[in-house]
C-alpha cells in the first residue's frame, strides 16, 4: 500500500511539474541579427493576452543577464546591443513564456527554448562603406578614401568605428572594372586610403568596396558591398570616344549641312537679281 502511495505522489508530482512547463506556448525560430554590433534576438510568434516574454542572455559558464525592456514584453526581439560588450565571447540567450506583466503564477519554471550560439566580433555582418574617390595628377592612379562604419558600441562616449574595433586586422577589398566593361578587377588592402594605380589613362573606372576580415571563416569574411561609383573621363581623344565611321558620318553631314546653305544662298541672290532686273525693264521713261 504504502509503495502505492508513494508511486502515485510521483506520478502526480511529474504531472504537476509538466502543466507548468506547458502552461504557456513555447516560443519559436529564435535567431540573431546583427550588423555592424547592432544585434537584435528575434523569435515568433506574437503572443496573446494571456503571456508575455522574458529574455535571459549569457556568456558560456556565467550567470544569466536579463534586458529590462525584454521583461514581460509582448514584442518577438530584444535589442541585446549594449549589453554584449564581451566581444570575443560568445552568447546564448532563453526566451521564456511567463504570464503577463502585472500578474502573478505559482510556477517556478516556464516554457523557454534556447537560442543558436552567438559571438559578436566573428558573427556581426559588417556593413556597406561609403567612400570617395578622386584622380591623381598623372591620370593612371584613382584614390578611394573610405569611411570605416560606424557600430552600435560606445567608449566613453564616442561611438566605434569598425577599424576602432578590428583595428589591423581590418580590409578592404576593392573591385573595379572600365565603365563600359565587364571584366573585374580585385585587390585588398588594409588602408582606409587606397591608391588604384596602373590604369588606362583618361578612361572611366567603376568601384566597390567591401569590408574584408580574413581570420573569420569564409563564410563571414567579406562585408556588404558599396553602392558603385566611377570616375570622370579626362583628356580622351575623339577617335577613343567615337569609331570612325561615326566621326565620318558627322563630318559628311556637316559637310552636307554648308553645302545646303550655300546652294539656298544663291538660288536666293539668282532669284533677287532677277526681280530686280525685271521691275527695271518694265519702268517707263519719263517724259523730258
Given at each position: ?102 500578474t502573478t503564477s505559482d510556477d ?28 591623381d595628377e598623372d591620370k593612371r ?136 532686273k525685271s521691275g527695271t525693264e ?7
Amino acid at each position: 500500500m504504502k509503495l502505492q502511495t508513494s508511486l502515485f505522489m510521483v506520478l502526480l508530482s511529474t504531472h504537476c511539474a509538466s502543466g507548468a512547463a506547458d502552461s504557456y506556448p513555447r516560443a519559436q525560430n529564435v535567431t540573431w541579427s546583427s550588423t555592424n554590433f547592432k544585434t537584435i534576438l528575434s523569435w515568433e510568434p506574437k503572443p496573446s493576452a494571456d503571456y508575455s516574454y522574458t529574455v535571459e542572455f549569457s556568456v558560456a559558464g556565467e550567470n544569466r543577464e536579463r534586458n529590462p525592456h525584454c521583461i514581460r514584453s509582448t514584442a518577438t526581439v530584444c535589442d541585446l546591443s549594449v549589453f554584449l560588450t564581451k566581444l570575443n565571447s560568445c552568447y546564448t540567450a532563453d526566451v521564456l513564456s511567463e504570464p503577463p506583466l502585472g500578474t502573478t503564477s505559482d510556477d517556478t519554471e516556464f516554457p523557454h527554448i534556447t537560442s543558436p550560439r552567438f559571438c559578436p566580433y566573428q558573427d556581426t555582418e559588417i556593413g556597406r562603406p561609403d567612400f570617395n574617390l578622386t584622380v591623381d595628377e598623372d591620370k593612371r592612379t584613382t584614390i578611394l578614401h573610405v569611411a570605416d562604419p560606424l557600430t552600435a558600441l560606445f567608449e566613453d562616449s564616442r561611438q566605434l568605428s569598425i577599424r576602432d574595433v578590428f583595428l589591423e586586422k581590418l580590409h578592404y577589398k576593392v573591385s573595379y572594372r572600365k565603365q563600359k566593361s565587364t571584366g573585374t578587377k580585385t585587390l585588398m588592402y588594409n588602408s582606409s586610403v587606397i591608391k588604384v594605380g596602373n590604369l588606362d589613362k583618361g578612361e572611366s573606372y567603376c568601384f566597390n568596396v567591401q569590408a574584408y576580415i580574413p581570420l573569420r571563416s569564409p563564410e563571414k569574411q567579406l562585408g556588404q558591398m558599396s553602392a558603385t561609383k566611377c570616375s570622370h573621363k579626362h583628356d580622351q581623344a575623339i577617335f577613343k570616344v567615337y569609331s570612325p565611321a561615326v566621326i565620318a558620318g558627322g563630318i559628311l553631314f556637316i559637310l552636307l549641312v554648308i553645302g545646303l546653305i550655300i546652294t539656298v544662298t544663291m538660288i536666293y541672290w539668282k532669284q533677287k537679281r532677277k526681280a530686280l532686273k525685271s521691275g527695271t525693264e518694265g519702268c517707263p521713261l519719263r517724259d523730258v
